[in-house]
Structure formats: C-alpha cells, structure tokens
C-alpha cells in the first residue's frame, strides 16, 4: 500500500497536518501555562474593582481615597496601592507585608500583569492614572493552579472539541487532493503499460497543471507510436503487396525455364524479358525504399550548390520529348530567363521534377497539355507542373504523397503503374530542402503540382 504514489502523498499531508495541530496545542498549552483561566479572571476581577473606586471618586459626596481604599480591600479581598506623581508610594491597605514597587512599563510585549513584592512574592495587579495625577493600583496575589487542572480544565476541552474535528477535516482534505493528484497519473502509468497496443485510447486530461501538460504528452506520444505502428504494418504489407506480383511472375516463368514448358526460343525469351523486367521493378523499388530511408532519418547526402532551374525544366521536357510526341501532349516551359539560381541538389531536384512531370504526362489524354513554371517570391521560388487531365478526386488528394498510396483505378497510368512510392521520395526531398510540395487538383480540370523552396536553405553548404 505504501509503495503507491497515492498512499505516500496522503500519508505526506497527513504527517504535515499532525505536525501543525502538534505545534498549535503546543504552543496554546504554553499560552495556557502562563495565563490560565485563573489568572483571567483575577485580572477581570482587580480591573472591575479598579474602575468601581475611580467611579466613586468622582461622586461629590466621595470619602478620602485612602478611606475607599481600605473599605475596597476589606470589601473585595483585594490589596490597594497608591503612587505619587513621581511614582512613589504614598498608601498602602497591606502596609505589614512586603512592598510593591511601580510596576514596569513593557511597550512591546503584552504579558501576564504581575509584579513581585521585595520577598519574591507574585502579585497580579490593574493600575489606572486618577485625575489629579496620581496612580491607582488594586492588586491581589497569584492564584496557584496545576497542570492538570490547566489540562482537563482548558486544554482537553479545546482539543477534543476543535482539534480533532480540524484532524478528521483535513485528512479528508488531504485523502481528495492525493486523489486528485495521482489519480491521473495513476491512469498514465497503467495506460503506459499497455503500451504498444493500438487499443490504448487517451488519458482523461485531470488534476493540477503540471499533471495535465504530462498527460497530454503522453496522450500525444501514443498518437504518434499508435501512427507509426500503423505506417509500419501498412508499409509491410504495401512491400509484401508489391513485391509478391513480381515475384510470383519471377518464380514461374523460372519454373517453365527449368521444366521446359518454354521449349521454343521465343517462349524462352520471353520468359527472360519477364525475369528481367519484373526483376529490374523490385530493384527500383528497393532504391526508392533505400532512397525514403535515408530522407526519414536524415542522412540523405544532398550536395547543395547553384542549380539553373531555367536549364534543369528544360532538360527535363526535353527528356520527355518523345513520349510525349507519342501521346500526343504538348510539354511547356514557362520560366523567365533571368530566373536566380537556386541553391540545391540538382541530381535530387530533377528526380522531383521528372516524377512530377512523368505523372503529368501519363494523366494527361490526347491533345492535352503538361506546363512546368517557375517564377521568383520574395525569397523563395515556386516550381509547378500543371497537366490539363481529369483531375485527382478530392477524396483523394490527402493521400497522394502517401507510401504506396494508390489513387482511384478508373485514373490509374502513372503513380497506378510504380509502386506508390514517386510523390513520397519527391515529398521528402522537398521537405529536406526546407520547402514544401502541395497539390491543387479539380476533377475535370487538371491537376497542379506546386514546389516552394527557399532559394537558400539555412542549412545549404
């Protein structure tokens, strides 16, 4: 029980809450000690005498004051003293025992009042100043009293009646806000056990500040392992997916190799073109994985320097010359000539640039038309390419640079044809060079793939 985190705070303010009501009866017990009840009320009793005689003095028929003074202490069982001006003792009702001097005047500190007479002797007192000058004090010896009697008379009373009703109060008090405090993270820790199970649901936000910033970081760390639990089974099975139809193309036209079910030349050669072809995707497949591992962790070697990106699209239209003669798609190049350099790999740049462009032109029918822009922003430049095709649903869009990602069969030619893997590596790339890549696409009016790279990345060398 004590191990928990719960049991620990509790036990905590409870220990705290024991130690202050300790210090309070202590130092109310002390309080007690040196102004009992009794005390209290001898001091009540000399003040009321005190203010009955200066009353009476103000009467017009009033006795000498020595006279008041005497019956006051016959009358009251009390002791009267009178001081000069000067303080000095001018009567005394107890003039057989030993004196009593003009008691101090302690400005700072509200004590007992008690003076001692010249044998040592206790003696509680009221002093008041009469109007003529002189001083007036009634003062009656200290009542003896126990311990005990403080105890049972005063302390027990008060202890039992409010202290342990304030102990029972705040240990309730403190049962609730232990609660409050580790009840959340106690639900974080059992959820962090059934760690990584994509069941894990979120942790209710609760409790002070600082617990519910730590819950929603781990509420946010499950969203990302349970995402990249999903990407990686997803991923699995897209690979296991993609490289199962070549394989399994690979490993029979082999077998009719070796039996000799491809008895002629023709039939043999064949077979190798299919070995061949189908072996030659799972190799551009493997790079592109190859290529996407080394963008996600970083360690992709991008040799940065001036690239004319003028030269580069022309290049590329160039490349795609004759396949687009072939489907009957015009390839434009809108770029100014005094476009600035852009600071970038230009091996990774014409591989974005030619996936997009050789997707624009696999989407586009007949007649149609593929444009690759680029023009000066501020700071950066933006890179498009633009095909006049049927358009990429909208249901769709999201998911384009997605691993493996396959669009709608009805429009599959280009993306539909590879392994799903082009838009990602290109997505990547960009992202590496501190740009960003989007897609604006309307179903029946084309598609537009948009670059936006900074003309210098921060980190360009």
């Given at each position: 029980m004590l191990s928990s985190l719960r049991s620990r705070l509790w036990l905590s303010y409870a220990f705290l809450i024991v130690t202050a009501l300790s210090v309070v009866t202590i130092v109310l017990f002390v309080s007690l000690?040196?102004?009992?009840?009794?005390?209290?009320?001898?001091?009540?009793?000399?003040?009321?005498?005190?203010?009955?005689?200066?009353?009476?003095?103000?009467?017009?028929?009033?006795?000498?004051?020595?006279?008041?003074?005497?019956?006051?202490?016959?009358?009251?069982n009390v002791r009267v003293v009178l001081f000069s001006?000067?303080?000095?003792?001018?009567?005394?009702?107890?003039?057989?025992?030993?004196?009593?001097?003009?008691?101090?005047?302690?400005?700072?500190?509200?004590?007992?009042?008690?003076?001692?007479?010249?044998?040592?002797?206790?003696?509680?007192?009221?002093i008041g100043?009469?109007?003529?000058?002189?001083?007036?004090?009634?003062?009656?010896?200290?009542?003896?009293?126990?311990?005990l009697?403080?105890?049972?008379?005063?302390?027990?009373?008060?202890?039992?009646l409010g202290g342990v009703i304030a102990l029972l109060l705040s240990l309730i008090a403190a049962f609730l806000i232990s609660g409050w405090v580790a009840n959340p993270l106690q639900r974080v820790v059992n959820a962090a056990r059934g760690m990584p199970s994509a069941e894990v649901k979120p942790v209710k936000v609760a409790g002070p500040h600082e617990v519910q910033e730590l819950t929603r970081a781990f509420n946010s760390m499950v969203a990302r392992v349970q995402a990249s639990q999903r990407s990686q089974r997803e991923f699995v099975a897209n690979v296991s997916h993609e490289m199962k139809t070549p394989l399994t193309s690979i490993q029979g036209f082999s077998q009719a190799l070796l039996d000799g079910t491809a008895d002629t030349k023709e039939s043999q050669q064949k077979a190798a073109q299919v070995i061949y072809s189908e072996s030659e995707r799972m190799h551009r497949m493997v790079l592109d994985l190859l290529d996407l591992a080394k963008l996600d962790a970083g360690t992709a070697d991008l040799k940065m320097s001036p690239v004319n990106?003028?030269?580069?699209?022309?290049?590329?239209?160039?490349?795609?010359?004759?396949?687009?003669?072939?489907?009957?798609?015009?390839?434009?190049?809108?770029?100014?000539?005094?476009l600035p350099p852009l600071i970038a790999d230009g091996d990774r740049m014409a591989q974005v640039f030619t996936n997009l462009t050789d997707n624009a032109l696999k989407f586009t029918p007949h007649g149609g038309t593929v444009t690759l822009r680029a023009?000066?922003?501020?700071?950066?430049?933006?890179?498009?390419v633009t095909d006049t095709g049927d358009g990429i649903p909208e249901e769709d869009v999201p998911h384009i640079f997605q691993r493996f990602y396959q669009a709608d069969p009805a429009r599959r030619g280009g993306e539909a044809h590879g392994a799903g893997?082009?838009?990602?590596?290109?997505?990547?790339?960009?992202?590496?060079?501190?740009?960003?890549?989007?897609?604006?696409?309307?179903?029946?009016?084309?598609?537009?793939?948009?670059?936006?790279?900074?003309?210098?990345?921060?980190?360009?060398?």
């Open positions: 000690f040196r102004n009992p009840l009794l005390y209290r009320q001898t001091t009540e009793r000399l003040k009321a005498v005190q203010a009955v005689m200066v009353e009476r003095l103000k009467e017009p028929e009033a006795p000498p004051i020595t006279v008041l003074a005497e019956r006051s202490a016959r009358t009251f001006r000067d303080r000095q003792m001018m009567f005394d009702t107890a003039s057989n025992e030993a004196s009593l001097g003009f008691p101090e005047n302690k400005k700072f500190t509200k004590t007992l009042p008690l003076l001692r007479d010249t044998n040592g002797a206790a003696w509680l007192y009221s100043k009469l109007p003529d000058g002189m001083f007036l004090m009634v003062t009656a010896p200290r009542p003896r009293t126990s311990i009697n403080i105890i049972s008379d005063e302390l027990i009373p008060v202890i039992v990106m003028r030269a580069l699209l022309n290049a590329i239209a160039e490349k795609f010359m004759p396949q687009s003669q072939r489907a009957s798609v015009r390839i434009e190049v809108d770029v100014p000539e005094n023009f000066i922003e501020m700071d950066r430049m933006r890179i498009s893997l082009g838009l990602a590596i290109a997505h990547q790339i960009v992202a590496a060079h501190g740009g960003r890549i989007s897609v604006r696409s309307r179903v029946g009016a084309g598609t537009t793939m948009e670059v936006i790279l900074p003309l210098a990345p921060p980190n360009a060398k």
